[in-house]
């Protein structure tokens, strides 16, 4: 990769702030890793996400979150692919007799826009832990969180949240009309399947607000730009510290997770659970050092153009089903932000309570603990399953997660 080539992922990033990314030779992510050619498909188009899972689910999961990060512009937000689908809040309008807008259309032609939000659960657990993040510059306020259980050192850890669904969740949220309160309670009452279509995917990302933290994008420690991805949202400078992806390739989804290797945002990273990735790190397990990148991984992510930054993420483990029982976590999502013990997080079981009652009582009622393990059965046939989506949860009227109209 030639100089001017790593020059050109320079961001300028808005409200007059520039990150230097200019990264000499021996620093790029791809020195000194001996990349493997890639195989016919990530020729073909690494940006197109799977459609059938690999022998090695850690392969999958890359297969996914690359093509989900894979380039859109370099100058201006949408920085990536997933930043183009819809957010959540725009899923589920808060007045649900103005019928559903489905802004994500817009994407393409300049409209996408960062909506940020406060950890749902997190909220759930300690509402007191709301704090608004003031909009610099004309930007608006982002209503966000303090972490639930911050780091030592960072007690007044601020993080922020976005929830995005990629088309084909969109549409069949939409064309099933769950996008509502009414609805879903009438695919209770009917019993119905709710079954999401393969390959829907949705991501979960969480920002630190890096001021929260005493730092600020004009005087970054040395190499920090190339080590985790930032964005100026509003005036202000955040980093993105943790993402959990979610695919329909299986019946009881893809759970994956990642971090950055940065030891100022992610100090937890696979200390207390560890991380397996036996696909896209050397070693495969680690319980907190940094690890490099495969000749394979490093293929995928040369052959999707990705910015330098991105090369230091890893991925924290994957999930598919409830055995063993089986333990994942992200150390920012669920446990810095979220407050949830390590020991006590799973995500297939936690998101297997999603669910719905014939009268429109939603399941985030039955989620008394962080389940861990076989799910629960439902309280009576009243109710039916979600296929693990938690998002159904802010449906209007009466979302236990926004504002909805009367």
């Known amino acids: 990769m030639s100089l001017a080539k790593i020059a050109s992922t320079v961001k300028i990033l808005a409200i007059g702030f520039t990150l230097a990314m200019v990264i000499p030779l021996g620093q790029h992510p791809l020195a000194g890793v001996a990349v493997a050619k890639a195989d016919d498909a990530y020729q073909l188009n690494p940006c197109a996400a799977p459609t059938q899972i690999s022998p090695n689910i850690?392969?999958?999961?890359?297969?996914?979150?690359?093509?989900?990060?894979?380039?859109v512009n370099q100058s201006r937000y949408p920085y990536v692919v997933w930043e183009n689908w819809i957010e959540q809040a725009q899923m589920y309008p808060p007045d649900p007799s103005k019928g559903l807008v489905v802004p994500n259309a817009r994407a393409a032609s300049g409209g996408a826009?960062?909506?940020?939000?406060?950890?749902?659960?997190?909220?759930?657990?300690?509402?007191?832990?709301?704090?608004v993040v003031p909009g610099l510059f004309g930007g608006a306020d982002e209503n966000c969180n303090r972490a639930g259980a911050p780091?030592?050192?960072?007690?007044?850890?601020?993080?922020?949240e976005e929830v995005r669904l990629n088309g084909l969740t969109e549409d069949y949220v939409a064309g099933t009309n769950l996008w509502?309160?009414?609805?879903?309670?009438?695919?209770?009452?009917?019993?119905a399947q709710i079954q999401?279509?393969?390959?829907?995917?949705?991501?979960?990302?969480?920002?630190?607000?890096?001021?929260?933290?005493?730092?600020?994008?004009?005087?970054?420690?040395?190499?920090?730009?190339?080590?985790?991805?930032?964005?100026?949202?509003?005036?202000?400078c955040f980093a993105l510290a943790g993402f959990n992806l979610m695919s329909k390739l299986l019946d009881q989804w893809i759970w994956a997770t990642f971090e950055p290797q940065n030891s100022i945002t992610n100090p937890e990273r696979c200390q207390v659970l560890g991380c397996t990735d036996t696909f896209g790190s050397k070693p495969a397990v680690t319980h907190g050092a940094d690890t490099k990148l495969t000749p394979q991984l490093a293929a995928l992510m040369a052959a999707a153009d990705l910015a330098p930054e991105w090369y230091n993420y890893r991925l924290d483990g994957v999930q598919t089903d409830f055995f063993k029982p089986k333990l994942l976590e992200n150390s920012?999502?669920?446990?810095?932000?979220?407050?949830?013990?390590?020991?006590?997080?799973?995500?297939?079981t936690c998101h297997s309570v999603s669910s719905v009652k014939s009268d429109g009582t939603d399941g985030i009622t039955l989620l008394t603990s962080n389940p861990v393990g076989l799910?629960?059965?439902l309280p009576s046939k009243a109710w039916i399953r979600r296929d693990f989506v938690w998002s159904?949860?802010?449906?209007?009227?009466?979302?236990?997660?926004?504002?909805?109209a009367p």
């Open 180 to 191: 509502n309160r009414p609805g879903q309670a009438q695919a209770a009452a009917d019993r």
């Open 196 to 236: 999401f279509s393969p390959p829907s995917i949705e991501v979960k990302a969480d920002w630190i607000e890096l001021s929260s933290i005493g730092l600020d994008c004009s005087t970054l420690p040395p190499g920090f730009a190339q080590s985790v991805h930032i964005e100026i949202i509003n005036g202000h």
């Open 375 to 377: 799910p629960k059965p």
């Open 332 to 348: 920012i999502v669920e446990a810095e932000n979220a407050g949830i013990p390590l020991t006590q997080s799973s995500c297939i």
């Open 392 to 404: 159904l949860t802010e449906a209007c009227p009466n979302s236990p997660f926004q504002s909805c």
């Open 113 to 131: 826009i960062h909506l940020l939000h406060g950890s749902e659960l997190a909220l759930a657990k300690n509402p007191t832990l709301a704090t």
């Open 58 to 71: 850690a392969e999958t999961a890359w297969q996914l979150w690359v093509a989900a990060t894979c380039p």
């Open 151 to 160: 780091p030592p050192g960072e007690p007044n850890l601020v993080i922020c």
